[in-house]
């Protein structure tokens, strides 16, 4: 390769323009691709998230590979993200061996194994279900009726519940339609449940686990359980039900969505059917995007599931997460992005200050690191955008809502650590809207307005 273009494709790999390395690596011909080549063509695949073209590229330098440690981990880490976990310890093991006590292989090697075990149990479990509900016919399905559990003080009264989730009792005819539109038959203790009451939020509403999640080490939360319709936004067919969380949130068609969580769309609990088949009694599990929708066993079933439900209470960290929060605000180290952005400003006077002074704000509020559709939340929509724009005022729509999860949302130890990229585009519509951001020749520009407003709110804090 020419040393300038190595030093070009250096160049684009820290500014993360991956796509730019394959799209100039793909005009060299297949044929006259070397070792080093193919190798930067699987980086820049893995690093884009297509992991099956990273292993084609690795796959045809496999045998000048063997010697090399740096080719079995991006080998290791396309397989991992493939959940093919037991090839990535595999190869995983072959770097670690060729260069013992590099810290990204061992860290990625121990997750492998880990997600591996974890693999297997849930084969094993999966067949022996199976197998289960071969010899029962499927005899059993129809008798978990919550026959033993009281139901009488179980949903919390509220006008968000009744106007989210809670639907009229469902009759026959709307249940199999349902099940018709889902393509599923749901539990008969699910719809026991559901003809008591449609839907709703429970008063017990965390779930006990053996296995850490995105959301806690020891317990999984649910927001509420969707109810047997199409009118409630969280009903089963509702705008925000199961079909729209497999189909728009790409969470895996393996059956029904029944539960959303606290965390707005970053995990949901499912009913799942790959054991017991469409028509079968699904096991319960937990499905969590913010770990490449990895799945979690809840319960044999949905009886089992709403039984096992705990009161938040049992695991009431509010005070320490409060208090973890406050010193991640106020000490935390901003993400690159947001430094440099910060960097620039010459507008406001001790712009990290203030910004910090805003954002704990918002955790003495909600008691939490995030950002909603809240006036705070608003004000720091509105302060990145500022900042993002000043120094890059040739922006898109496209662009910035790419770009944005680089300044807090992901970027340092100053972070959020997670966001439902809906609020931002409901801000954004609303600023267009308003006319506080403009768009010209396809790029955001905040009006002289909007600044003075941006900068006003940041000099006041």
């Given at each position: 390769?020419?040393?300038?273009?190595?030093e070009q494709l250096n160049q684009w790999h820290e500014e993360d323009k991956h796509q730019q390395i394959v799209d100039a690596l793909l005009t060299i011909l297949e044929k006259d691709r070397d070792y080093e080549t193919n190798n930067r063509l699987g980086r820049a695949y893995n690093n884009l998230g297509l992991y099956e073209e990273a292993?084609?590229?690795?796959?045809?330098?496999?045998?000048?590979?063997?010697?090399?440690?740096?080719?079995?981990?991006?080998?290791?880490?396309?397989?991992?993200?493939?959940?093919?976990?037991?090839?990535?310890?595999?190869?995983?093991?072959?770097?670690?061996?060729?260069?013992?006590?590099?810290?990204?292989?061992?860290?990625?090697?121990?997750?492998?194994?880990?997600?591996?075990?974890?693999?297997?149990?849930?084969?094993?479990?999966?067949?022996?279900?199976?197998?289960?509900?071969?010899?029962?016919?499927?005899?059993?399905?129809?008798?978990?009726?919550?026959?033993?559990?009281?139901?009488?003080?179980?949903?919390?009264?509220?006008?968000?519940?009744?106007?989210?989730?809670?639907?009229?009792?469902?009759?026959?005819?709307?249940?199999?339609?349902?099940?018709?539109?889902?393509?599923?038959?749901?539990?008969?203790?699910?719809?026991?449940?559901?003809?008591?009451?449609?839907?709703?939020?429970?008063?017990?509403?965390?779930?006990?686990?053996?296995?850490?999640?995105?959301?806690?080490?020891?317990?999984?939360?649910?927001?509420?359980?969707?109810?047997?319709?199409?009118?409630?936004?969280?009903?089963?067919?509702?705008?925000?039900?199961?079909?729209?969380?497999?189909?728009?949130?790409?969470?895996?068609?393996?059956?029904?969505?029944?539960?959303?969580?606290?965390?707005?769309?970053?995990?949901?609990?499912?009913?799942?059917?790959?054991?017991?088949?469409?028509?079968?009694?699904?096991?319960?599990?937990h499905v969590d995007q913010e770990d490449d929708y990895e799945i979690t066993f809840l319960a044999d079933n949905f009886e089992a599931f709403i039984s096992g439900l705990v009161n938040e209470e049992e695991y009431d960290t509010s005070e320490e997460d409060k208090h973890a929060a406050l010193d991640k605000v106020a000490h935390g180290k901003?993400?690159?992005?947001?430094?440099?952005?910060?960097?620039?400003?010459?507008?406001?006077?001790?712009?990290?200050?203030?910004?910090?002074?805003?954002?704990?704000?918002?955790?003495?509020?909600?008691?939490?690191?995030?950002?909603?559709?809240?006036?705070?939340?608003?004000?720091?929509?509105?302060?990145?955008?500022?900042?993002?724009?000043?120094?890059?005022?040739?922006?898109?729509?496209?662009?910035?809502?790419?770009?944005?999860?680089?300044?807090?949302?992901?970027?340092?130890?100053?972070?959020?650590?997670?966001?439902?990229?809906?609020?931002?585009?409901?801000?954004?519509?609303?600023?267009?809207?308003?006319?506080?951001?403009?768009?010209?020749?396809?790029?955001?520009?905040?009006?002289?307005?909007?600044?003075?407003?941006?900068?006003?709110?940041?000099?006041?804090?």
């Open positions: 390769m020419n040393p300038v273009h190595i292993l084609h590229h690795f796959e045809l330098i496999a045998e000048a590979g063997q010697p090399d440690p740096l080719w079995h981990y991006r080998v290791g880490f396309a397989l991992y993200h493939l959940k093919r976990y037991e090839d990535a310890v595999k190869a995983l093991r072959n770097a670690d061996q060729l260069n013992a006590g590099d810290q990204h292989t061992e860290s990625l090697l121990k997750w492998s194994l880990q997600k591996a075990e974890k693999q297997q149990r849930e084969q094993r479990r999966i067949e022996a279900k199976r197998k289960a509900a071969l010899e029962s016919h499927g005899t059993a399905a129809n008798q978990v009726l919550l026959a033993n559990m009281p139901l009488t003080d179980f949903w919390e009264e509220s006008e968000y519940a009744r106007n989210s989730y809670q639907s009229e009792p469902p009759m026959d005819d709307l249940v199999i339609s349902i099940e018709e539109e889902l393509g599923y038959k749901l539990p008969a203790s699910y719809i026991t449940l559901m003809k008591q009451q449609n839907g709703g939020i429970p008063k017990n509403a965390c779930f006990p686990t053996e296995e850490a999640t995105s959301w806690a080490e020891d317990h999984i939360a649910i927001s509420g359980i969707m109810g047997i319709g199409r009118e409630k936004s969280y009903s089963l067919c509702g705008d925000l039900g199961s079909t729209f969380m497999i189909e728009e949130w790409g969470y895996p068609d393996i059956g029904v969505v029944i539960c959303d969580c606290p965390s707005a769309g970053h995990d949901v609990v499912m009913l799942d059917y790959r054991a017991c088949g469409r028509d079968g009694e699904p096991e319960v599990i901003f993400s690159p992005l947001l430094e440099e952005l910060c960097a620039a400003i010459t507008d406001v006077e001790q712009l990290e200050q203030k910004i910090r002074r805003i954002c704990t704000q918002i955790v003495e509020e909600k008691g939490h690191f995030s950002f909603h559709a809240d006036e705070l939340s608003y004000v720091m929509y509105d302060v990145q955008f500022w900042l993002y724009t000043k120094s890059y005022p040739d922006t898109s729509r496209e662009q910035y809502l790419t770009i944005y999860e680089k300044m807090i949302t992901f970027g340092g130890e100053f972070s959020l650590g997670g966001y439902a990229p809906s609020f931002i585009t409901d801000w954004l519509d609303r600023r267009l809207q308003e006319g506080r951001i403009v768009q010209d020749n396809g790029c955001l520009h905040a009006t002289n307005l909007f600044v003075d407003e941006v900068v006003q709110q940041l000099q006041s804090a």
